[in-house]
């Protein structure tokens, strides 16, 4: 028996650990840094001293929602660049560059600026998700479940335009003369100044959406071969895009409505995670939300720099990280995309 | 027990693909689907296998008409091979391989069973791959990839198998081997239906051959008997050698009796 007949170990056993550890490390992190930095321990043990009383408000109704969306976003980001990179079986599908996000954020604004949240608090999420839903559409649409990259990317680009030209003219028309200065924040996205009310938007569109994408694995495996084979497997195809749309369409869309548009992570996070789990792209899904988790909270981290003076968007960590990968991805594929 | 599609028609953009073609396979049978390129081969062992919309209500299998979705419990029954292996991630062969069980398994996660390893590691070393099971399969020849896509074909475990020309761009000992794995695998229950443009291998390992012509099924029968000279020169254009030796019928073609098809 030669070398080469042991079974291969497809999953790295360390990788689970890696990721919950460094998770929690930064999700730790997160609840300390900031422009008041809070001794964790001491607070905990009750030796901060006089400043216990203002460190715990900070840290409860601050840092601990702030961390909590940083992990349901990123989650999600990782999760749907997973699941829609197995279902279009492309290394460059995810969210943000598919136009998901900025549709998803079109939808939170005209929700949000146009007085829905007032009649129906449920507006905001809704709005992004209806927005987030469409854009998918569009893409399946333009692209089909077929496409080369180079056509699955021109219809990114086609539905990201659209969505961002029409928000900035919703947030121009907005009956509030301050609603066109947060196009920033609806461009390039940021986690600074949510609370738990925030929070709440988000989580039970997570708990719906999650655990439908987990359950993709199986479906996403058998597309590895092609769609014939996958649909020879036994696997519906259409039913597996109408829950990949309506799955990433409702945590993308609700995320999106309370941390604005954060490219990249859903491209990072599987490629980064890919040579771990064997290539395989059932595997893949459940470590990208952990992964994304990790990533966002990282950048969130990273936006906090004190070297930085103020605070950076969370989009603008997140792009100046991704754009190198998406130009590499891009580089390797390049004989692939015409 | 049979599974079959009746008086198929199917026209694609506006051109006739098949004419009242009905295609059968028995099990314990090798059926062989022969016929010129563009003749319709492919899209009949598609319809059977479910993949051509259109044609999808004339399936049956022991006369029950097949769902009009793909189904888990007919997928552990009909295997499909395509006759491009297409690869979307660069994963190893004998995961490749175990893709084949995915239809046995119930529930989203569907771990493998000590059984399933048994099945995968059996149809590799069947179809003499077991040297390349921790190979990417995106880095193997044309001719390896081919014989990955059948071990993974065959680790289903089904009735009946549908394979789309399994033997192009094998070398002659691996088109041998995958023949008798075929005729074996058809000995012990299995009923195979295999597209193929090899005449000598067709009269060689099949019970039974379909020549099809412009989307009609034209000939059917005892391989010698349909695969005559007559038979080929006029729907192959081409003059045969027909002999007999002592390990079987041969057909060779010699020579073209027309310039172009007309």
Partial sequence: ?338 | MTLEATSINLTLGGRTILTDASVRVDTGRVIGLLGPNGAGKSTLLRSLAGLEPSAESKRTLDGVAAPTRANREWACKVAYLPQTGDLSWPVTVREVVALGRLPHHTGPWGSQSAQDRAIVDLAMQQADVNSLANRPADALSGGERARVMLARALATEPDYLLADEPVAGLDPGHQLQVMELLRARAGAGMGVLVVLHDLTLACRYCDEVMLLYAGRVVAQGRPVEVLNPDNMAKVFGVRVLAADTPDGPVRIPMARLRENTP
């Fill in chain 1, 1 to 338: 028996m030669n070398a080469s007949n042991q079974p291969a170990s497809v999953q790295t056993p360390w990788l689970w650990p890696v990721l919950v550890t460094t998770t929690v490390a930064l999700f730790v992190a997160s609840l300390k840094v900031g422009s008041a930095p809070i001794p964790l321990w001491d607070l905990a043990t009750g030796n901060a001293g006089p400043e216990a009383a203002t460190l715990s408000l900070i840290l409860a109704e601050i840092r601990l929602p702030r961390a909590i969306l940083a992990v349901f976003v990123g989650g999600t980001l990782g999760l749907c660049g997973a699941v829609l990179q197995g279902l279009l079986r492309n290394p460059l599908a995810e969210p943000g560059l598919l136009g998901a996000s900025s549709a998803g954020a079109l939808g939170a604004v005209i929700a949000l600026y146009f007085g829905l949240t007032a009649t129906l608090p449920l507006a905001l999420p809704l709005g992004g998700i209806a927005g987030a839903v469409l854009g998918i559409m569009l893409i399946l649409f333009l692209a089909g479940r077929g496409a080369r990259p180079s056509t699955l990317i021109l219809a990114g680009v086609a539905v990201n335009s659209l969505a961002g030209a029409l928000t900035a003219l919703a947030l121009n028309l907005a009956p509030s003369p301050f609603a066109s200065l947060e196009i920033v924040f609806w461009m390039l996205g940021s986690l600074a100044d949510r609370s738990f009310e925030d929070v709440t938007i988000v989580l039970p569109f997570v708990l719906l959406g999650w655990p439908i994408l987990l359950m993709l694995r199986r479906p996403l495996e058998a597309l590895t071969l092609g769609e014939d084979v996958a649909s020879s497997l036994g696997f519906d195809l259409r039913h597996l895009q109408l829950r990949v749309v309506l799955a990433t369409g409702l945590t993308v869309g609700a995320c999106v409505s309370v941390s604005g548009n954060i490219g990249f992570v859903g491209l990072m996070v599987p490629h980064l995670l890919r040579p771990w789990v064997g290539h395989h792209p059932g595997r893949l899904v459940a470590p990208s939300a952990l992964g994304g988790a990790a990533l966002l909270l990282g950048a969130d981290l990273l936006t906090r720099s004190p070297v930085l003076g103020q605070e950076l968007k969370l989009g603008v960590v997140t792009a100046l990280l991704g754009a190198p990968l998406f130009l590499h991805l891009l580089w390797h594929l390049r004989t692939r995309l015409l």
